[in-house]
């Protein structure tokens, strides 16, 4: 009897703690699916363009809900006793594997790739294999003690409610981009830029950036703030061109040949060259280099990006939503347009 009992142990948790993990992925896709800024995934991924896609939803019904209503079942029905128990969680097991198999397979067809799909995905799938197990070779077992089915059920409670309380608490707007925000004119929308010239997805940014600022030109204000990696080689004499190209009245000129021009010009004279052709004095500019005041501005938009909570390049701050690494113009748009609608821009 201990045995049958140990056994019906190990067929429970071998059971629940797929559902839990489904379930906890489930519910962390539909608090992104509901809120216009996603909370545990990020705009431009893999999980963002799935979201635009037929398969994010069913009937009008988001995916993640479906998920989120069969891994609870499972989970209840790997907590009850008895054959018809066993057989119930089988076959909603069975459906939650084939449905991981068909999501898991439309993202490799799709390219796209979003990791708690892919957790939910795998999780129907274990589902489907250890109640297939818990029906074939636990049969003679019975589910252990009350206090274990108390345990599951509030696990299954705990997993499905706790991403939407994470989600229901946006994260504070730095005080460094407050006070950017605060000298924005009313009905233009901030952006702060933290850039290396140097880096390659700095650059991809920028370029998505430019035609996206240009559409909404006298809307949005952009501030650069400089970040230069010490491991680029030339990104500090960029940054300090930037600098100097934004105090002598043509910073968005200096920024734009920045990161036109290519990574092995951004020399000292490589700069100096791209600073006469934009039209600045070279005299006026190469004083500016040598300022200390330069290196100081430079310190402090350093000192800003950590202030900020800055982790990796490129980061951009659209008002009060961030964005970290390479994006895509889609995007950009996208968040612009949502900070216009919020400041009646």
Partial sequence: MQSHRTLGAFAVAASLVPSLIGLAASAMLAVDYRNPVPVFCAEGTGCDAL???????????????????????????????????????????????????????????LGHFCVYCSIADASGVACGAASAWRLVRARPAT????????????????????????????????????????????????????????????????????????????????????????????????????????????????????????????????????????????????ACIVDPRTDASIEADRAEFKAAGGVALPTLWIDGESLVGAQRSDVLERMIARALARTGG
């Fill in 143 to 286: 589910v252990p003690p009350p206090l274990w089915a108390w345990v599951g059920a509030l696990a299954l409670a705990t997993a499905g409610v706790l991403p939407f309380v994470m989600g229901s608490k946006k994260p504070g707007v730095p005080g460094v981009i407050r006070a950017e925000m605060a000298g924005t004119p009313a009905g233009e929308v901030t952006i702060v830029d933290f850039v290396d010239f140097e880096c390659p997805f700095c650059r991809m940014t920028h370029a998505a950036l430019r035609p996206v600022l240009d559409e909404y030109r006298g809307r949005v204000r952009i501030v650069r703030r400089q970040v230069p990696l010490r491991m680029h080689a030339h990104a500090l004499d960029a940054a300090r061109s930037a600098c100097c190209g934004d105090l002598l009245g043509k910073g968005d000129a200096m920024a734009d040949a920045l990161f036109a021009a290519p990574v092995g010009d951004l020399t000292p004279a490589g700069c100096e060259e791209i600073a006469a052709r934009i039209g600045l004095s070279l005299e006026s500019f190469r």
């Fill in 51 to 109: 979201k635009h896609t037929p398969f994010a939803a069913l009937f009008g019904v988001p995916t993640p809900l479906f998920g989120i209503v069969g891994f609870v079942a499972t989970g209840v029905a790997s907590l009850l006793p008895g054959r018809t128990a066993r057989v119930g969680q089988t076959v909603l097991s069975g459906v939650a594997a084939a449905t991981g198999i068909v999501l898991a397979s439309a993202q490799v067809v």
